[in-house]
């Protein structure tokens, strides 16, 4: 059974969750109950524990801190935290201390066990594939057939004369059917470990014949060699192999492999023609970046990009980033991608189209001048891709940089104008007859657009921002010299008397007069 221990300082909580759960059917036991971190740490230190269900909020040490602990004393634990509402946001940091999941209180009894039952799944695959590993391992340690791989690569590249075929054959107890031969290339991502890739090449190994082989070329992808009576079956089972590979291979959660399927031959002496076949798939499926296999069959019937409908769609993106609609250009970028992973492309083709894109992008960072001194070059370098679909996550995201940057600049703009229009009033204030009109004239905008981005930057009308400074002119000069109403108002900017004490009342909440006076009170 997996050994867990529950963490909460609510000894109601601790009650209930051992008493309600039925451990044992769920192939778990319930180790301990603690009431905070560092009892549980305690305990971790003498005591081997599969599973630390938590609360985040405890004395003494959180489950934040706790798991943080675990992640790096104790890395093969699965840790899952308990959180409220409230506490939702600060949990996102467990997610940097590896925490398994987040169960949100209060948690039912059915609730819970329903997590173990995915709990035991995953811990079940672990289990297996520590398992898997140490198998492996033993295996890699041992020595391999040296000898024989490199007789199987000579012969798959045509490296060997014909009449030294036989005797090496024999030599390696090679057993050949002298039928129908296929060979089929995986090609392995470069992040993937040595382990990794062997325990692929086991669970392939699993699933050929006895008269199959496979081994690994210069370029650490995995060859299979199959061969067989019927040239169709043959054809049939080698699709069926890779279908089988990509699956597992999707299973171990790491970076998906890429595969190709090279001509059936009838002859030995043919092999490398199938071999370079399956290397030339191989290719054109890894820059479409998906589980998808290809055969050179396909490769040689694949449709070819036009030149005048790529060019029309790359003229259609360049219009799109210059109309200013953000979803229009995201759109067209999309039609481009679409078009493209409707065809098969070589590494070479692939760049040479994604360079285009590049261009007409860059160009328009250019154009637009959103290149910032301080922007750091790589974020616009495209560098190389390994797939349509690393290239189609680059271009999207400067397409999301072309666009924030834009509307960062638009507001820019907008604020220098607005900063300038008030500008304007403050030197203005002072004249009678200072109109909306004037101003619209000095930042060369409409009125409507004026009177709109005013409002939206000072959050009051032109007509309401200048009559609020011609009456804080007018308390300044109530304050500092004895002139009368009238002057004042005429010195404010107001052209009516009447008009400057009603607005001063309707301000203030008292006359000039009366403000006057509560000054020198």
Known sequence: MYKLIFVDDEAIVRDGISSRIPWGENDFELSGLFEHGLQTLDYMETHPVDVVISDINMPRMDGLELSKIIGE????VMVLLLTGYDEFEYAKEAIKSRVRDFLLKPITADELKDVLVKIKVELDFQKERKNQYALMKNKLEESFPLLKERFLYRLIS????????AVKKEYFQWKDLCSF??????????????????????FIKSDLFETDEIISDRSNNI????????GQDLKKR??????????????????QVSAGCGEIVGDVSLLSESYRGACNAVDYSSVLGLSQILSIEEVRDRKIVGPEQFSRLIADFSVQLKSGLRSSSYASLEHIFIYLEEHLLSKLEASFYCNRIHFVMLSFIQEMSLFNTDDNASSYDQGSFDSLVQAREFFFRLLVFIENRIESHRNEAVLSRINK???????KKGKRDFTLQEICNDVYLSTSQFSLLFKEGTGKTFIEYLTQIRIDEAKKLLKTTDMKSYEIAEESGFSDPGYFSISFKKN????PMEYRRSLME
């Open 508 to 511: 203030t909440g008292k006359t």
């Open 223 to 230: 060859v299979i060699l199959l061969q067989g009576e019927s």
């Open 158 to 165: 045509g490296k060997l004369e014909i009449q030294s075929i």
């Open 73 to 76: 004393k104790y890395p093969d």
């Open 421 to 427: 229009a008030i500008e304007i009033i403050e030197a």
């Open 181 to 202: 031969y296929q060979v089929s290339v995986v090609s392995i991502p470069e992040e993937w470990d040595e382990l990794d890739r062997i325990t692929l090449s086991e």
């Open 238 to 255: 080698s699709r069926e192999l890779a279908e089988k590979t990509f699956l597992y291979a999707s299973g171990l959660e790491l970076e």
